[in-house]
């Protein structure tokens, strides 16, 4: 069975960035944009070519309040992480599918470059929630030198917390346009200098964002309504039309 690949935060929408993914193999992106942007989204087509595409809103406070306000129009909810408490509400939020970049901007950094805002309590929470750990590879396209050094320190910390806990790790190409788009192997490819191990190397844009996307479309399912309780015939019942999208986990 072929290998599904999944590039979950792409920041446009234009007609050049889809196609793009599609000629670099992806089976399906998600559109990031900031929560009061990723209304317009809503007209997104739900394929290009063989390519599925997703919505997605990205929010940086109030996470639990704007995670909910995120579902009424996003497929994946994501969190543009590393500023004050906004890590720790992330991995506390049952809303959450990913926890970007949570390493960025820790000032206070006393581990040799290795305090990368996730420790162990929050890692036990997002394996619990089923919140990947996101890797934003455009971050490091314009650092160098000393920047770079301690960036890819803070992301290897996170890496070996997230792989005890056993959360899912996805990686993302970040692109601005189609000239930032990156094939599944491209980005795979930066797996080593993160510090996943060789063999999780598809995972990270195949089983692990798949998991995320089947989290999605399990939230809009009208026949699950717990984690693990699904209704698979209504017998004569009429089914369901509209669920509550939160607070069922």
Known sequence: ????????????????????????????????????????LKDLPEKVGDTEIYSGAVISSNVEKNARKALE????????????????????????????????????????????????????????????????????????GRSLAQLIGRVRQNVRIALKYNVPIVLVSGALDRFGMRSPWDIAAACPLLGIPEHLASKVVSGFPEYVVKKARDRKNPNIFLKGLEVLDWGGQKPVEKKRKYGWY
Request: hydrophobic share 40%; net charge negative.
């Open 1 to 40: 069975m072929n290998s599904k690949y999944y590039d979950l935060c792409v920041k446009s929408a234009e007609s050049g960035v889809l196609n793009q993914a599609v000629g670099l193999g992806w089976t399906g992106i998600c559109v990031a944009q900031e929560l009061d942007q990723a209304r317009n």
């Open 73 to 144: 129009y996003a497929d994946i909810v994501i969190v543009s992480g590393g500023v004050g408490d906004v890590n720790r509400e992330a991995s506390e939020c049952w809303e959450v599918d990913i926890l970007l970049h949570p390493e960025r901007n820790q000032e206070k950094d006393f581990m040799d470059y290795r305090n990368g805002g996730v420790d162990h309590v929050m890692a036990s929470y997002m394996a619990q929630r089923g919140i990947a750990l996101g890797i934003d590879l455009s971050q490091l396209l314009y650092l160098s």
